[in-house]
């Protein structure tokens, strides 16, 4: 089980405040979660900023922060019912493309992760589901 201990990718980002939202979300889980590249080299020569996961807690990691209990309240002074009911039937789609294709996971389906996080940022509920029925 030594593969369990190794450090793994979780995802990739633009930015330290988002790579550190998603790692405080990930701990708030109780999954052990840190960040790779945020320092000022990084900053200027603007490399993406890795959160990391022990391997063992990858796909609790994608279940907890993309098919979590979400609360409306929570976000409705920022959008619609509506709005808010695709964020979350997007992120339960993407969540479970992810299970199948995190590069991490199955390397071979790097693309098909790829687009299908181009479609959760979109907020494109039928790709999502296109491509999970196609798996």
């Known amino acids: ?25 990930l701990q708030a889980s109780g999954i052990p979660a840190g960040v790779i590249g945020d320092s000022t080299a990084n900053a200027i020569w603007m490399a993406p900023i890795s959160v990391v996961v022990f391997r ?12 979590g209990e979400m609360k409306f309240e929570d976000y409705e002074e920022d959008m619609s019912r509506e709005q808010f009911d695709n964020l979350q039937a997007c992120n ?22 790829s687009q299908a ?15 999970g029925n196609a798996l």
Do not use: W
């Not at 089980?1 to 405080?24: P, Q, R």
């Not at 063992?56 to 098919?67: K, T, V």
């Open 1 to 25: 089980m030594e593969n369990d201990e190794k450090l793994v990718i979780f995802d990739k980002y633009s930015n330290a405040v988002d790579a550190n939202i998603v790692m405080g979300a």
């Open 56 to 67: 063992r807690d990858l796909e609790q990691a994608i279940m907890a922060l993309y098919d």
């Open 92 to 113: 339960k789609a993407f969540a479970a493309i992810a299970l199948k294709c995190h590069p991490e996971i199955d390397k071979h389906r790097r693309d098909l992760f």
């Open 117 to 131: 996080k181009v479609a959760l940022e979109r907020g494109d509920l039928a790709t999502l589901n296109a491509m």
